[in-house]
């Protein structure tokens, strides 16, 4: 039952990051200071747009391995609550880190032009 549960929400956790990205990706987003991997920084609306989608094709592709990674519990027979919250708390962190590290690099370049 804990497989299922942790398959469940990981599961559920990278499609809802992929959702959040496709808008960013396919340019759909005008710039602003609320929704985008990285605030409105840039002052020119073509760079918003080509930084946004380059973090949203990573956040696509991070987001993807979640989900293919999530059926991993399903194979495994005996799966604990523990393991379970263990599992949804990496796959959680796997986003995060993958969030955190596209915003550094895209600010650090920012600050280097």
Known sequence: MHNIIATSVTLLLGILFVGVSLPLYYEKIKPNYFYGIIPNI??????????????????????????????????????????????ITASSFAIVISLLHTFITEWIYKRSL
Do not use: H, Q
């Open 42 to 87: 840039y002052e020119c609306d073509s760079d918003w747009y080509a930084k946004n989608k380059r973090g949203a094709k990573k956040m696509i592709v991070i987001s993807t391995v979640v989900c293919l990674i999530s059926f991993i519990p399903l194979l495994i027979p005996e799966f604990s609550a523990t393991t379970a919250a263990i599992w």
